[in-house]
T-cell receptor, first 115, second 111 residues
C-alpha cells in the first residue's frame, strides 16, 4: 500500500496551460505539504495544510493554488504555467502540525516539464 | 539565501568503509535536524534525526553528529553497503515549524 501517492508522475505541458497535481495519503495524518525541488536540487516548502487549514504559505506566485477537500488530500493547481515552473513537486504528510519534530512521509514526486 | 547547505554534491566510498556526509547551516535558532535518504524516482524517506540539545544520535549503522558552535552536522554510515547508494538530504527545522532542506549529496557505495 502506498502511503503518500501523487498523480501524475510525469507531466509535460505547454506554457500558458493550467494543470493540477493530486496528492493523497492513507496514513491518517493531519498535516500535508507541497515541496518544489528546483534545478539546483534544493527541496523548498511551498504550502502546508493542517486539517484542511492553510498553515504555511511561502512566497509562491499566486498562480499556484493548493486545495484540500479533506485531510487526506492536498491538490496543487497551477495556472498559466511558465518555463520556470519546470521542477519536481513532492507532496508529504506528517502527524503533527506546526512544531513537527515528526518525520514527514513523501510521495514519489511529480516531474513537471513546461515547454 | 540558503540556510542549509551540503557542499559535496557527490561522494564515492568502498563497501565496508565509512561514509561521512556533511551539512552546514547558518541559523542558530534551528533546534532539530534530520537526514532523509532518496532513491531515484522515489520521494525522500526519513533516516535519522537529532535534537539541538544533543551532540550525537545513533541508530544501527547510522550516526548523526551535531556541532552547534560550528553550525555543522554530519552523518556517518559504517559499514557502508551498496544498498546505501542514494541521495542524502540534510534538513533543519526552524521555529516556524518548517523544514529547510539542503541540496543533497549523492552517495555511491562500490562493491
Amino acid at each position: 500500500d502506498t502511503a503518500v501517492s501523487q498523480t501524475p508522475k510525469y507531466l509535460v505541458t505547454q506554457m500558458g496551460n493550467d494543470k493540477s497535481i493530486k496528492c493523497e495519503q492513507n496514513l491518517g495524518h493531519d498535516t500535508m505539504y507541497w515541496y518544489k525541488q528546483d534545478s539546483k536540487k534544493f527541496l523548498k516548502i511551498m504550502f502546508s495544510y493542517n486539517n484542511k487549514e492553510l498553515i504555511i504559505n511561502e512566497t509562491v506566485p499566486n498562480r499556484f493554488s493548493p486545495k484540500s477537500p479533506d485531510k487526506a488530500h492536498l491538490n496543487l493547481h497551477i495556472n498559466s504555467l511558465e518555463l520556470g515552473d519546470s521542477a519536481v513537486y513532492f507532496c508529504a504528510s506528517s502527524q503533527v502540525g506546526s512544531r513537527m519534530q515528526e518525520t514527514q512521509y513523501f510521495g514519489p514526486g511529480t516531474r513537471l516539464l513546461v515547454l | 539565501d540558503q540556510q542549509v547547505k551540503q557542499n559535496s554534491p557527490s561522494l564515492s566510498v568502498q563497501e565496508g568503509r565509512i561514509s561521512i556526509l556533511n551539512c552546514d547551516y547558518t541559523n542558530s535558532m534551528f533546534d532539530y535536524f534530520l537526514w532523509y535518504k532518496k532513491y531515484p524516482a522515489e520521494g525522500p524517506t526519513f533516516l535519522i534525526s537529532i535534537s539541538s540539545i544533543k551532540d550525537k544520535n545513533e541508530d544501527g549503522r547510522f550516526t548523526v553528529f551535531l556541532n552547534k558552535s560550528a553550525k555543522h552536522l554530519s552523518l556517518h554510515i559504517v559499514p557502508s553497503q551498496p544498498g546505501d547508494s542514494a541521495v542524502y538530504f540534510c534538513a533543519a527545522e526552524n521555529q516556524g515549524g518548517k523544514l529547510i532542506f539542503g541540496q543533497g549529496t549523492e552517495l555511491s557505495v562500490k562493491p
